[in-house]
């Protein structure tokens, strides 16, 4: 476990995987059309969420993470920007349940109680408008692939321009070879 930002008492977390920066580069070659009430974020925000906490204490999350034996994870993107509940863009990902499974596990006593199936995606853009999200914003084919080798416990504080995003700790990932990635 390697540690970052200090711990404050609760605070809004999550548990994701950081993407590549090759991945990122990819996905940013995408067409982004601008539309009166989508907005698009941005690709420093763009992260795999394994787990949602909500308000919890990084100091009761941290060693949680840190017990889990987290299993080796080789994630796929794409086919293609797809929506999601109508009023989100996203990049489909595959190959994160066991992680996932692993992690709520872990947590299982800490946070919010998940309210749905894990569904691994890229947020790519949310429709502010009514009505659903326009089929301009979905579509483009996209495919990549790689292996994780940490996940993050994050810290996401709610502004006007969107969620800022801090890492608090990484844990280590084995590499699908049985070694710890990172």
Not at 41 to 46: A, D, G, L, N, R
Not at 54 to 77: F, W
Not at 103 to 117: E, F, K, Q, S, Y
């Amino acid at each position: 476990v390697q540690g970052g930002a200090p711990a404050e008492a609760t605070q809004r977390l999550f548990v994701s995987v950081m993407l590549p920066s090759d991945v990122r580069d990819g996905l940013e070659s995408l067409d982004r059309p601008e539309v009166p009430g989508l907005r698009w974020t941005t690709p420093e925000k763009w992260h795999l969420t394994v787990r949602f906490l909500g308000q919890e204490d990084p100091s009761l999350v941290i060693p949680a993470l840190g017990d889990a034996r987290l299993p080796a994870t080789h994630v796929r993107l794409g086919p293609r920007v797809r929506r999601l509940s109508g009023r989100v863009a996203i990049m489909p990902a595959t190959g994160l349940a066991d992680l996932a499974r692993i992690v709520r596990h872990a947590t299982r006593n800490l946070g919010v109680r998940p309210d749905r199936r894990f569904a691994g995606h890229v947020t790519l853009a949310r429709w502010r408008s009514k009505g659903r999200l326009p089929s301009s914003a979905v579509g483009q084919d996209f495919e990549d692939s790689f292996v994780v080798h940490e996940i993050h416990l994050m810290r996401s504080v709610l502004d006007t321009q969107g969620a800022i995003h801090t890492s608090l700790a990484r844990f280590p990932v084995p590499s699908p070879g049985g070694r710890s990635g990172g």
